[in-house]
């Protein structure tokens, strides 16, 4: 006898990863099976067939995000871009004793790499935030050094959903002379992200967050206007510019090109979409609930993003009442950690309030029978646990 299909949960927790678009999948396909060549291969048809589909990536990458194609350089994901991108700096510049800066809600890829790149002979200022996770720009502007070599802002909060002002600061950067690095795995796909006008110098993504393939990601590394030097991390081989060696994940990349091309034709009427969703659940609880705590800025967040800390609430009664949602109590990267969220006690939030933290993130699968099933299932659970 065939067991029974599970019934999946409703899936609200793309913020942590995203289902594969079934057109991402379908140009991945080819690349998984009959064109399986070696993209470094220059001596037969194999190789150029898949040459020619990473360059065709690339040029996908950089239409949306207004870079050069030769600026993209393709990783394993947000993570390993965002070692190679401090590390990278890190080894470049050694001889002068480094000084980097960054903020205390950034992804752990960010802070516990500035923090082992102490081993390497850096400094490391870690910035406070506000109670919405926000940096002040007059404290990125203070922190300054004349060692200070690199900032590393991200663009926007996994967690909390903040957007961080990282057009200032990269103005400072440029201004300075600093190298300037965002993490904006979060942001691609939901904030408007231009290579001109934000005028990074360095820009992590990854392919999971943006319903693309997992264990795929680059890094815009854009010297057009300001050259800067960039050591390698790995070791053994020519590709990538010598920054990146390894045979390249040509369905993965294949996979991440489709993705941004679909988002640079789709995003407006995505965005408006999810921020319709968003608005809808965050008016249902804060009219019956105030006393709920909405974490980060009710404006400046991401237009899918909404995180909740309900006082009072055990956390093992809170997944009880929300069974049939999948959703998170903090970032995924920690979800098997009983320690508070660093980003909340960062902002702010009370141990005992960071511990009953719900983190709803809506995606472009998401309907709007699934919304309402879901804030119809939050609504009672407050109504059980909340007397206002």
């Known amino acids: 006898m065939q067991p029974k299909p599970l019934t999946m949960p409703i899936y609200m927790d793309n913020n942590a990863t995203t289902a594969v678009d079934p057109r991402v999948l379908k140009a991945m396909e080819p690349y998984l099976a009959a064109e399986f060549g070696n993209a470094s291969s220059a001596s037969h048809a194999y190789g150029w067939q898949a040459a020619s589909a990473v360059k065709k990536a690339r040029e996908q990458v950089s239409s949306l ?34 000084h980097i800066i960054t903020q205390a809600t950034e992804h752990k890829a960010v802070i516990e790499v500035a923090e082992a790149s102490q081993e390497w002979g850096s400094e490391v200022t870690v910035l406070p935030v506000d109670s919405e996770g926000l940096v002040r720009v007059e404290d990125v502007r203070k922190a300054i050094q004349p060692n200070t070599v690199l900032i590393s802002i991200m663009m926007a909060n996994n967690e909390v959903g903040t957007i961080q002002p990282v057009e200032e600061i990269a103005a400072i950067c440029k201004e300075k002379g600093i190298i300037f690095h965002t993490d904006a795995a979060q942001a691609v796909g939901k904030c408007g992200l231009d290579c001109n006008s934000l005028r990074a110098d360095m820009i992590s993504l990854s392919g999971h967050k943006i319903y693309g393939p997992k264990g795929v990601g680059a890094l815009i590394v854009r010297k057009l206007n300001r050259d800067f030097e ?44 999810l921020r319709h969703f968003q608005t809808r659940m965050l008016s249902a609880v804060q009219e019956r609930f105030p006393t709920v705590k909405l974490n980060g800025p009710v404006q400046e967040r991401l237009c899918n ?30 979800s098997g950690n009983p320690k508070p969220s660093h980003v909340l006690q960062a ?20 309907t709007e029978v699934e919304v309402e099933k879901v804030i119809d299932k939050l609504l009672k659970m407050l109504e059980k646990h909340i007397k206002n």
């Open 230 to 273: 960039l050591k390698p991390i790995l070791f053994g081989g020519e590709q990538e510019n010598k920054l990146r060696p390894g045979t390249l994940n040509v369905p993965g990349i294949v996979g991440l090109g489709e993705a941004c091309a679909i988002i640079k034709s789709d995003m407006k009427d995505e965005c408006a979409r």
């Open 65 to 98: 995000l207004g870079c050069r194609a030769a600026d993209v350089l393709w990783t394993s994901g947000a993570t390993e871009s965002n070692n190679l991108a401090i590390l990278g700096v890190v080894r470049a510049y050694c001889k002068q004793k480094p």
């Open 347 to 366: 902002m702010g939030v009370p141990d005992t309030l960071a511990r009953s933290t719900l983190r709803f993130g809506m995606g472009r699968f998401t």
């Open 305 to 334: 993003n909404l995180s909740f800390s309900i006082p009072d609430l055990h956390a093992d009664e809170m997944a009880l009442d929300m069974s049939g949602i999948a959703f998170s109590s903090g970032s995924a990267c920690n």
